[in-house]
């Protein structure tokens, strides 16, 4: 194995990332030809546990894994990587609203982003700790040198939530639904758009032929899925969030399949009359070298316009609780 690949997991002794650590090592996600480093960041009061997963790691005897640091300084965890993975940030508790969370997060994205341009030359970074999208351009921001598009924040959680309902819905297997694309926030105002998704290489509205089912208790259950799961398990959706950074970063390492695309919020270029500079979940093309396109020409309708609006409208209103971040 010539290659050798670093990525740093922040919030690594959490649930999501016990769920992903494992799978990052045994070479799942870079390949079987692919070593791993993983550099793993954590805040002081939970690097004993980080030990204990660094233990369970080892014990694994993973031939791609290379070798495991364990930090609490983002400026050492971050130094020489090629991946980083921005999974730790605090939850929402109990009575905060969106915007509290926003300020309690924001300042972890700022000393992230200072330390994450000091420490690394060539990488690309995922944001996943909430408010993604509007973390994710609090840390671009606060790593001026670093281009804006090696950054993104994950919509693909979302994204594999509505293909499993289109799926389910027509009876088909989650091969079959294409080209979905989830719009704008990670939030209760994302647009998971049907119209310009496919089954079987057919438009899925005309396979499902239940548009009210599509306008109302698709867009309900993706957007709300979170919430839903915490309801029946009592705990949030570590697992699957853990599957869809697996997700996420194998999409932008790949050439995207002809004629197909996933989501990912990636800094706005305007398309689709979205502001520049926002993070904005687009439905993105990787090249296979590192870099992507936005895929441009999606037609949207009246229903499908207003979504996009309404998602717009929160991105820009969380910028401005945070610009004095920016």
Wanted: with cysteine.
């Amino acid at each position: 194995m010539s290659n050798t690949v670093k990525i740093a997991v922040t919030g690594a002794a959490g649930q999501i990332c016990y769920g992903l650590l494992f799978r990052i090592a045994s070479g799942e996600v870079f390949g079987p030809d692919t070593k791993v480093i993983l550099s793993l960041l954590e805040i002081p009061p939970a690097m004993k546990a980080l030990e204990g997963v660094a233990m369970e790691l080892d014990d694994c005897a993973f031939n791609t894994l290379a070798g495991i640091e364990m930090n609490s300084d983002p400026a050492v965890a971050f130094d020489g990587i090629n991946w980083a993975a921005f999974v730790g940030a605090k939850p929402r508790g109990p009575g905060m609203e969106r915007g509290d969370l926003i300020r309690e997060n924001g300042p972890i994205f700022t000393g992230q982003g200072k330390a994450l341009e000091k420490a690394a030359s060539d990488f690309r970074a995922v944001v996943i700790g909430n408010p993604c999208n509007t973390n994710c351009l609090i840390a671009a921001s606060n790593a001026p040198g670093v281009p804006m598009d090696r950054f993104s924040a994950m919509t693909m959680l979302d994204q594999n939530r509505a293909r499993t309902q289109l799926a389910q819905k027509a009876g088909v297997g989650v091969d079959a639904v294409k080209r979905v694309t989830i719009w704008g926030n990670h939030s209760a105002t994302q647009y998971p758009d049907f119209y310009n998704a496919t089954i079987n290489g057919q438009p899925a509205a005309d396979v499902i032929g239940d548009e009210a089912w599509l306008q109302n208790d698709f867009i309900t259950t993706v957007q709300k899925r979170g919430a839903a799961i915490i309801g029946a398990r009592g705990s949030s959706s570590a697992a699957s969030a853990a599957n869809a950074i697996i997700d996420h970063i194998q999409a932008f390492s790949t050439k995207t399949e002809t004629g197909n695309w996933f989501s990912a919020a990636v800094v706005s270029d305007g398309s689709y009359g979205v502001e520049k500079g926002v993070f904005f979940s687009y439905p993105v093309c990787a090249d296979g070298t590192g870099g992507y396109q936005i895929v441009q020409g999606l037609e949207h309708n009246a229903f499908a316009t207003e979504k996009l609006e309404a998602t717009k409208a929160e991105l820009f209103s969380e910028r401005d609780v945070v610009s004095d971040l920016l």
